[in-house]
T-cell receptor, first 111, second 119 residues
Framework: GQQLNQSPQSMFIQEGEDVSMNCTSS?????WLWYKQDPGEGPVLLIA?????ELTSNGRLTAQFGITRKDSFLNISASIPSDVGIYFC???????????FGPGTRLSVLP | DAGVIQSPRHEVTEMGQEVTLRCKPI?????LFWYRQTMMRGLELLIY????????DSGMPEDRFSAKMPNASFSTLKIQPSEPRDSAVYFC?????????????????FGPGTRLTVL
């Protein structure tokens, strides 16, 4: 079945640093979503990507839909303490309504 | 809109008991999804509905799990009998019907989840 890999699994950064994480798939997807989950809460949608090569920003967050359609990247600039959480990618192909979720990247921001 | 509403937020029960989790999707959303999240397995899709009809229940782990959607504004996930390995956070999510050719218009919005502990 479809699987998504996210890297890194976890990361510790200093406040103010930029962050990069990625998501790779063994299959081609036509939609990529990036979510953030805070402790005790449900995932919250950050960015949605619909076209290969698309680059979309949401404040300090920027995400890109890889040209191969098998990967996506999320960057966070000038990290702040509230960026702490787990970041999930999710992908969907042309044939299904449901999304496949990656295992997540756990981000910790040190003051 | 209040977003996706789930109840209860926390449930502690004993093995063998019946558990019912409830979800109210965002008004106007045509799709409803039930997920389970554990440390070991991450987010797993259990079942999803389109216009109150179950479309794919291949993720439902066993016959002990059942889900219903009697109307557009309410869904339940039932576990009977519950077992300790069912302990997890259960999320409900909803999305709109994508427009013609607009495959990208169906982002899923998640509820706050129900944390289930089976002793």
């Amino acid at each position: 079945g479809q699987q998504l890999n996210q890297s890194p699994q976890s990361m510790f950064i200093q406040e103010g640093e930029d962050v990069s994480m990625n998501c790779t798939s063994s299959s081609i997807f036509n939609t990529w979503l990036w979510y953030k989950q805070d402790p005790g809460e449900g995932p919250v949608l950050l960015i949605a990507l619909y076209k290969a090569g698309e680059l979309t920003s949401n404040g300090r967050l920027t995400a890109q839909f890889g040209i191969t359609r098998k990967d996506s990247f999320l960057n966070i600039s000038a990290s702040i303490p509230s960026d702490v959480g787990i970041y999930f990618c999710a992908g969907r192909d042309n044939y299904g309504q449901n999304f496949v979720f990656g295992p997540g990247t756990r981000l910790s921001v040190l003051p | 809109d209040a977003g996706v509403i789930q109840s209860p937020r926390h449930e502690v029960t004993e093995m063998g008991q019946e558990v019912t989790l409830r979800c109210k999707p965002i008004s106007g959303h045509d799709y409803l999804f039930w997920y389970r999240q554990t440390m070991m397995r991450g987010l797993e899709l259990l079942i999803y509905f389109n216009n109150n009809v179950p479309i794919d229940d291949s993720g439902m782990p066993e016959d002990r799990f059942s889900a219903k959607m009697p109307n557009a504004s309410f869904s339940t996930l039932k576990i009977q009998p519950s077992e300790p390995r069912d302990s997890a956070v259960y999320f409900c999510a909803s999305s709109v019907l994508p427009g013609q050719g607009a495959w990208g218009s169906n982002e899923q919005f998640f509820g706050p989840g129900t944390r289930l502990t089976v002793l």
